[in-house]
């Protein structure tokens, strides 16, 4: 490569010192390079110009490529901050030490890692202090997330345990309340055919007073045709003469005139009920008679205080004093008039 420097050729004299064009010494052919030198005010020339040297900038770091990467690599081994010094924001540098050793061309001559070398021993201690920190955090990090993992299994766990025992005990309450339902209805069942039975039964005890009728007055109408204000019985219209029946088996304990009632039979029960019929055009039987459900106990007419031919029909349960509704009693015995 072709030198800028200028053109100057100068002359060797042997014996003789002499100089470059910068000015320094140069040795003739006969000089040794180790002669002793022995500076006098007459062999050190004042320096030529001002010379000064410049500053270099970071603190005075030598800039060699070999020294600067020696130092990166010390730094990053030490797991510290590699900072420059010229205001800027620190940046945090990482880099696990990997154990190097043998003929590794990444690993010094002794076999060190080169993340440690160029570092002090207080350097290496602090990058084994931050590596071994970092080994705990993360340790301390597993551990939390393996308890945390642990809680969410034993929390689903616990969950589906629960959910199965909701499941069982609603399965079992349905099948409770299902039995309890299909037991209801045929106890229901069994109750209806009872009662049916036992009105079928009762209908051939008891029977309607008259075979042809017609219902023109109910129990607890009100009016003027009746002294107590309201009517206490049941009438069966049908024409004069027509047959009235004993409604069921008992004993007649009245037959005979009885005011507003008119000619009046009288019929108890073998359970103490007393019938009460009434305007009879005629009375059949005496008192101290024992008839039999349909039998013939007299005729309907229009006697005592009436507007026409019917029969009046009273019902007083256990001999009692009150009256209740002859229909109602009727259809408790399989009768619907």
């Given at each position: ?6 053109a100057?050729q ?7 010192r002499?100089?470059?064009?910068f ?8 000089e ?10 007459e ?5 030529r ?6 500053k ?6 030598a800039?060699?490529?070999t020294?600067?990467?020696v ?16 205001g800027k ?8 030490d990997?154990p ?8 010094g ?10 570092a002090?021993?207080?350097e290496?201690a ?14 301390q990090?597993?551990l939390?997330?393996d ?11 616990a969950?589906?345990e629960?959910?199965a ?9 349905d ?5 309890k ?5 045929a ?9 049916a039975?036992?009105?079928a ?11 042809s009728?017609?219902i023109?007055?109910t129990?607890g ?5 009746w002294?107590?204000g ?27 005139w ?7 039979t009288?019929?108890?029960l ?5 019938l009460?019929?009434a305007?009879q ?25 009436v ?10 349960p256990g ?5 209740v509704?002859?229909m109602?009693?009727?259809?408790a015995?399989?009768v619907?008039?």
């Amino acid at each position: 490569m072709a030198s800028n420097r200028p053109a100057t050729q100068t002359q060797f004299v042997p014996g003789q010192r002499s100089t470059d064009t910068f000015g320094y010494d140069r040795l003739g052919p006969d000089e040794g390079p180790f002669e002793e030198w022995n500076p006098t005010a007459e062999t050190v020339r004042p320096p030529r110009g001002k010379h000064r040297v410049a500053k270099q900038r970071g603190g005075g770091l030598a800039r060699s490529s070999t020294v600067l990467g020696v130092g990166v690599i010390a730094a990053v081994g030490a797991g510290g901050i590699a900072t420059a010094q010229s205001g800027k924001a620190p940046v945090a540098i990482t880099m696990p030490d990997l154990p190097f050793s043998g003929d590794d061309s990444s690993a010094g001559d002794d076999g060190t890692a080169l993340s440690t070398m160029g570092a002090t021993t207080q350097e290496a201690a602090q990058g084994d202090a931050g590596e071994a920190l970092r080994n705990r955090i993360m340790a301390q990090a597993e551990l939390q997330q393996d308890q945390l993992d642990a809680k969410a299994a034993a929390d689903a766990a616990a969950a589906a345990e629960k959910a199965a025992a909701e499941a069982v005990a609603k399965a079992e309450k349905d099948a409770k309340a299902k039995a309890k339902a299909e037991k209801e209805a045929a106890e229901e069942k069994a109750r209806a055919k009872a009662e049916a039975e036992r009105l079928a039964k009762l209908a051939k005890q008891f029977t309607v007073p008259t075979s042809s009728y017609t219902i023109t007055s109910t129990f607890g109408e009100s009016g003027p045709y009746w002294s107590s204000g309201s009517h206490t019985g049941l009438d069966f219209a049908a024409p004069t003469g027509t047959p009235l029946k004993a409604v069921g088996t008992g004993t007649v304990t009245f037959a005979g005139w009885d005011g507003s009632y008119g000619y009046k039979t009288v019929l108890t029960l073998p359970d103490g009920t007393e019938l009460l019929f009434a305007h009879q055009s005629s009375i059949s039987v005496s008192v101290g008679q024992k008839v039999t459900t349909g039998e013939v106990i007299g005729r309907i007419g229009a006697t005592g205080n009436v507007t026409g031919s019917h029969t009046h029909m009273e019902v007083y349960p256990g001999g009692g004093s009150t009256a209740v509704d002859p229909m109602a009693w009727l259809r408790a015995r399989g009768v619907n008039p």
